[in-house]
């Protein structure tokens, strides 16, 4: 295995474009492109399941078997949730030295439709519990094993698996290029909307694939908070309230005697104004236009299984104008580790700005806040709205095309984030304009796939010595 590069390079501020370059191609000395295919697990990997046990001793225990239960079900459910151990895995292979804002868990499934303040709908990055600075590859690198691992439980064979990613990195390394040679402004008005989506379903997908895609834009847009009210609500004694849907959505009422539920609420009022103080001063005063109705635990995700999760029915100028907001717990990235702790001292506010930097237009209601939960401990927190305009894709539908197409728009999109906050010129120098990054990452996605089928191995065979609980439930 190549060594190990723990340094970080970085140009002298407002550095010329040569200079940048130069650094780029300073670091291909350093770590080789073709060194990062390497992987193969040292002699002292840690026990994956360790990994897993740590992160849910800290989490509610009623709802960690339904975290073991959902990545029992596939490899790729397994995927999901390890984010940490995969981050412990990466801090063992080469870096480049140059670093950007990483999402920390860039799985394919977390890049999907969202909307725009301006009712635009978009395609992005979602999920940013892990994001912290650090090696833009292992963005990349997750990403690109994401795909081997759908291409496999789809019984596509081996070239089709590496042309899916080798499209997928050639795009991120083309787009690189491309921000490295735009003015610093174009590069952060840069983004993927509707319209862009259109036109590159008619020139890449099928009829069937087009079909696809217009019918999941039209799904986005119903889903927002009137939708959710809708779902997730009933009437009671003439109001509406959250119901319960035991263990995925619990009502607060349902999880404490009335003095405490009334105690809780009373928090919950305290944590939403006080979590409007982190908005924009035109958000706090739309907030402000409603009032907090019910609370409701919920169960999110795969690997958010298990952390702390509430929603929140608030509603505006009658019954039928519902606003629901998500708080979701904030712990310490599972990079953390193996880059450095959090320059912000509440990881609410770490997801908060990591999101706000990566992402071409964020949520309104992004904030965060700090509240001490049930059990009394103090917990950081970040909000958005629960649902907007939300689409997600399906992999297990996609043809071999079908998911080539998908991974070229990951990577346009994993690229324009990275260009954002990291060196896009060095980076661009890095990658260069042949393909040997992109035939490193073929070869090491296909060798992470085989360590992520191990490792779901070896979670399944836990549950079935009794040494891990799990509970499958269906996702809500």
Known sequence: MPRKTTSTARAPRHATPKERAALGKKARRRSPRSGHAEYQPSADRPDPLTILEAQSSTRVAELVPIRYGRMTESPFR???????????????????????????????????????????????????????????????????????????????????RAHIVRHTVRSYREAMIRFAGMRTLDVWYAKVDATQLEALATERLAGRGRRNLSRAMAKARTRDSLQAFDKLTETVDGRPVIAADPPLLVPAGDLLPDAEHRALESRFRELIERYGRTLQSDRRALLSEYRLVDVARKVVGVGSVGTRCWIFLLLGRDDRDPL??????????????????????????????????????????????????????????????????????????????????????????????????????AIASYLGKGDSFDRALVTFAEAYADQNERDHQSLVDAVAAGRLPAERTEQA
């Open 78 to 160: 397994f995927y999901r949730g390890a984010a940490a151990i995969m981050a412990s895995d990466l801090a063992a292979t080469p870096r480049s030295g140059l670093t950007a804002q990483l999402c920390g868990d860039a799985h394919m499934l977390n890049f999907r439709l969202l909307a725009s303040p301006e009712r635009r709908l978009m395609f992005d990055i979602n999920d940013f519990d892990e994001t912290l600075p650090g090696p833009w590859e292992w963005d990349v690198k997750r990403l690109s094993a994401s795909f081997v691992i759908a291409a496999r439980a789809n019984g596509y064979d081996d070239a089709e």
């Open 324 to 425: 629901f907001l998500q708080a979701k717990e904030a712990d310490s990235s599972v990079l953390a580790a193996h880059v450095g702790a959090s320059a912000y001292r509440n990881q609410g506010e770490r997801v908060v700005s990591g999101q706000r930097l990566m992402q071409a237009t964020s949520d309104i209601f992004l904030g965060w806040e700090r509240v001490d939960g049930i059990d009394g401990r103090r917990r950081d927190f970040y909000v958005r709205q629960l649902r907007d305009w939300k689409g997600i894709a399906a992999p297990e539908t996609m043809v071999p095309r079908g998911m080539e197409a998908f991974g070229e728009l990951c990577g346009v999109t994993l690229a324009r984030a990275h260009a954002r906050s990291g060196d896009r010129i």
